[in-house]
T-cell receptor
Framework: DQQVKQNSPSLSVQEGRISILNCDYTNSMFDYFLWYKKYPAEGPTFLISISSIKDKNEDGRFTVFLNKSAKHLSLHIVPSQPGDSAVYFC???????????FGQGTRLTINP | NAGVTQTPKFRVLKTGQSMTLLCAQDMNHEYMYWYRQDPGMGLRLIHYSVGEGTTAKGEVPDGYNVSRLKKQNFLLGLESAAPSQTSVYFCAHSQGTEAFFGQGTRLTVV
């Protein structure tokens, strides 16, 4: 049973536009959510996180939104840059960054 | 390297062979993890440890064993490798708000 789902395997966005990546979860016990970025042949690197007591968190070009009632979170990247082309994973956990449960990933391609 | 080193980076095994993957972290974190990544499956937790001398099963533990004899090291063992264990393995460590991942070990079992 997939507790964290990313239903879009891939997304293509024009450079300078907004990229929106989506993630759904089923376990209501999750209270901490993270986004990771992964380049080929490298390990995932942390991007941004959000606690369930918030509904939005910003860090530069990256904003994560959390809708607890819908069990949905999204990552917005504005403006999108070619270096943002990578696979993005959302992850969820109970009580901080422990035992992260990952989604399947979304491959983002930024076109010039 | 996010304070974590995985060895080896690549390995090809024959079915039935055994091997150990080593993860070493230099950030003195309590929590350590082994994940595997397969196409379309994301990262799945194999085993984890909440401190020196402790280990626990994750989502997909069958066919693997682990040990955490020293706080900085977390070993993943395959006693009798199977083709289904062909994957990319990631070690991670955490203490609070984010987990730090190694660069991965690409394992092929033929």
């Amino acid at each position: 049973d997939q507790q964290v789902k990313q239903n879009s395997p891939s997304l293509s966005v024009q450079e300078g536009r907004i990229s929106i990546l989506n993630c759904d979860y089923t376990n209501s016990m999750f209270d901490y959510f993270l986004w990771y970025k992964k380049y080929p042949a490298e390990g995932p690197t942390f991007l941004i996180s959000i606690s369930s007591i918030k509904d939005k968190n910003e860090d530069g070009r990256f904003t994560v939104f959390l809708n607890k009632s819908a069990k949905h979170l999204s990552l917005h990247i504005v403006p999108s840059q070619p270096g943002d082309s990578a696979v993005y994973f959302c992850a969820a956990s109970v009580q901080g960054a422990q035992k992260l449960v990952f989604g399947q990933g979304t491959r983002l391609t930024i076109n010039p | 390297n996010a304070g974590v080193t995985q060895t080896p980076k690549f390995r090809v095994l024959k079915t039935g062979q055994s091997m150990t993957l080593l993860c070493a972290q230099d950030m003195n974190h309590e929590y350590m993890y082994w994940y595997r990544q397969d196409p379309g499956m994301g990262l799945r937790l194999i085993h984890y440890s909440v401190g020196e001398g402790t280990t626990a099963k994750g989502e997909v533990p069958d066919g693997y064993n682990v040990s955490r004899l020293k706080k900085q090291n977390f070993l993943l063992g395959l006693e009798s490798a199977a083709p289904s264990q062909t994957s990319v393995y990631f070690c991670a460590h955490s203490q609070g708000t984010e987990a730090f991942f190694g660069q991965g070990t690409r394992l092929t079992v033929v």
